[in-house]
């Protein structure tokens, strides 16, 4: 500060200087004019040199910085259901009134059901409650503080993961238990197990998981019925010592279609809460399977790895042959080759009559001279050098929807090194990277010739990709849905489709119902400026709801979200080419919500504990307010913040210094003295 105060006390003096000597010491004029020009001079002079010299002033405010304090509210059902929702509405009032309180601390008002918020409106219809979003949330809006938590709820969690894992230890919970936790009576049927789908004439099975509460014994009546029909009866015994119970049978599939079903618990037995005895389940019972064959001379874990990921969709059957080994074509939908040799002469002969379609899968092994003579897709030029090839996810690809599952990550497919080069018909799911360069070749693509559809996948050892996607996702389920889609492509009807929907044939009640649809113009290219709308028909009350599908990467999606229990027609159409497709789905009577009789004290004692909170019933809440008041480390803390800013604005003293110039060029002309 003080250099910066010499070096205006110089610039004061030089332009003085400067002045004087070009109007009185050289000039020795002295004319009002002249006064009046040199006061200009110095005041450019000066003005330029504080323009360089940029003095800066330096300011110093306080603040005052609260530990924050976010209040968390259980808006979901379940609430409501416990007969807690009015207790809620009162603790919130309680703590957010509290003037010490709001004194020491920043308090935030937040609600959570599916989704977390901040809001201080509640209505306890929330369908889910996913305590995993305020954990997340929290670490997101206070990220590197520290700071403690009021949550009220009942703990009964319904979506996410455990809640107890996902709160930060450092930052204290104090969960505020809602609902009476006395025990009472209490059969539920807490989950059951089926697959979507089973076959005509076949047996699937069915797996109910039975829990008790309660201080007594109790003898109870276990049955699965379909309309007035029980298909299944079992006596069950529970005691204070045994509270639940696994109950596994097969049922027959006796008729085609979607079939529902009714898993119940009775006992003589009064009950507080009844609903969740029962719960609906539903299986789309189909006439025949899907029978794929992989056709193969070498043994390669790629053939397990397929093999396991297609038989995870029910609807598919896989056998394994030898070149040599398979006879009749007629008897499958699709054919897997794996790294074709010369050996495959007589099968790819035979699938000329058969028409099959096929998946070509190539590695090093393969005879790429034979493939090019047997196919036109894709034109293969390869050296006896192997390559790794990573994969390159292409966004536009829209022959059926598909997400990109983490491909890039995907460790690299061994295929020979060589030049690949694909036909106009062949549209590319992947394309190929050797080391982060792209080849300009395909890892993954698809082609359609007169009704035929043959896959290329260029590479072996996808089974590291299964590993991968496991690894990734705990689960194999988004690497089968890959596969699963690629062999629903080959297996469906081949006539092109311009409107394609994907959906559900039945959903539980509080879920998400969404619906998907593509629709292609006569080029069969993805059309994004089409309008689709959907319009959904109560099958028993009549009642129609009409909604307007959005756009996404590359399909439309609907969500129907709210639907009562009840079966349902449905058509799409496309506005621009009247374009429709009819179809049904049912919503299943089920609330998650409503399954509670207790809150679970158990897992907010151990989120209390795992954080260094502790658990608060509704009438401790002075303690809680208490302890918090007390508690040194959440003091506000005082602030000093240092601002820097140029004195003198440079515009502002540009323009000054343009216009003092213009005003001295100006008068020195009009009066000659230029």
């Not at 020009?37 to 306080?62: D, E, Q, S, Y």
């Not at 901040?118 to 979003?133: I, L, P, T, V």
């Not at 539920?188 to 076959?199: D, E």
């Not at 639907?563 to 496309?574: H, I, M, T």
């Amino acid at each position: 500060m003080a250099n910066t105060a010499l070096l205006l006390l110089f610039s004061l003096l030089l332009a003085f200087g400067l002045t004087y000597y070009h109007y009185f010491f050289k000039v020795k004029i002295t004319s009002k004019i002249s006064y009046f020009l040199a006061a200009i001079r110095f005041l450019t002079i000066f003005g330029i040199l504080v323009l360089l010299i940029n003095p800066i002033i330096t300011r110093k405010t306080f603040e005052i910085e609260k530990t924050p304090l976010p209040i968390i509210i259980d808006n979901s059902n379940s609430i409501s259901d416990l007969k807690a929702d009015k207790t809620a509405l009162d603790l919130y009032e309680k703590l957010n009134s509290n003037s010490d309180l709001q004194e020491k601390f920043d308090v935030g008002i937040y609600r959570f059901d599916t989704d977390f918020q901040a809001s201080n409106q509640f209505d306890f219809k929330g369908k889910q409650s996913n305590f995993e979003e305020i954990a997340k949330n929290l670490k997101s809006i206070y990220k590197n503080k520290t700071f403690p938590s009021i949550l009220i709820s009942d703990g009964n969690q319904t979506t996410g993961n455990d809640y107890v894992t996902c709160f930060e230890n450092k930052n204290p919970v104090y969960p505020i238990i809602l609902g009476d936790t006395t025990t009472f009576f209490d059969l539920k049927i807490k989950q059951v197990n089926v697959n979507k789908y089973a076959f005509h004439k076949n047996k699937f099975p069915v797996e109910v998981f039975i829990n008790y509460s309660g201080t007594k014994n109790c003898a109870s009546e276990f049955t699965i019925s379909q309309g007035n029909a029980v298909l299944d009866k079992q006596t069950l015994s529970f005691s204070p010592s045994n509270k639940s119970a696994i109950v596994s049978v097969l049922l027959p599939a006796s008729a085609v279609g979607l079939q529902i079903f009714k898993a119940k618990i009775t006992s003589k037995n009064s009950e507080k809460n009844s609903y969740n005895n029962s719960k609906d389940f539903a299986v789309q019972i189909l006439d025949q399977k899907t029978n794929i064959a992989i056709i193969s001379e070498t043994n390669h874990p790629d053939i397990g790895a397929i093999k396991r990921a297609i038989e995870n969709n029910a609807q598919r059957k896989v056998s394994v042959f030898k070149p040599k080994e398979i006879k009749s074509l007629q008897d499958f939908s699709v054919l897997i080759f794996y790294q074709p040799t010369a050996s495959f002469q007589s099968v790819f002969e035979t699938n000329l009559k058969a028409n099959c379609n096929t998946w070509i899968i190539t590695g090093t092994e393969t005879d790429y001279e034979f493939l090019n003579q047997h196919q036109e897709d894709l034109s293969f030029k390869m050296s006896s050098q192997s390559e790794d090839y990573f994969a390159d996810f292409k966004p536009d690809f829209n022959l059926f929807a598909i997400e990109n599952i983490g491909f890039e990550s995907f460790p690299p497919l061994k295929n020979s090194f060589g030049v690949i080069t694909a036909s106009k018909n062949t549209t590319v799911l992947l394309g190929s990277k050797i080391r982060n360069i792209a080849t300009n070749a395909p890892l993954m693509a698809f082609a359609e010739n007169q009704g035929k559809r043959t896959a290329f996948l260029l590479g072996e050892n996808i089974w590291k990709w299964r590993l991968q996607s496991h690894v990734d996702n705990q689960n194999f389920d988004k690497f089968d849905v890959f596969i699963d889609k690629t062999i629903q492509f080959l297996a469906t009807n081949n006539s092109k489709k311009s409107l394609i929907v994907t959906h559900e044939n039945f959903y539980y009640s509080g879920e998400s119902i969404s619906l998907e649809a593509q629709y292609f113009n006569k080029n069969y290219e993805f059309d994004e400026r089409s309008r689709l709308t959907i319009s959904v028909t109560n099958k028993a009350t009549k009642a129609t709801k009409n909604f307007d599908f959005l756009k996404g990467n590359n399909n439309f999606k609907v969500n129907l979200d709210g639907l009562s229990a009840g079966k349902y027609d449905f058509r799409v159409k496309e506005l621009n080419s009247n374009t429709t497709y009819n179809g049904y789905f049912e919503v299943l009577d089920f609330d998650i919500e409503k399954q509670f009789v207790n809150p679970d004290l158990l897992k907010l004692k151990q989120l209390a504990s795992k954080t260094n909170g502790f658990v608060v019933m509704p009438n401790q809440v002075d303690l809680l307010v208490k302890k918090l008041l007390e508690e040194k480390k959440y003091l506000p803390i005082q602030k000093a913040i240092t601002k820097k800013s140029p004195l003198i604005d440079y515009k502002i003293l540009l323009a000054i210094l343009v216009m003092l110039l213009g005003i001295e060029w100006f008068v020195r002309k009009y009066n000659g003295m230029l």
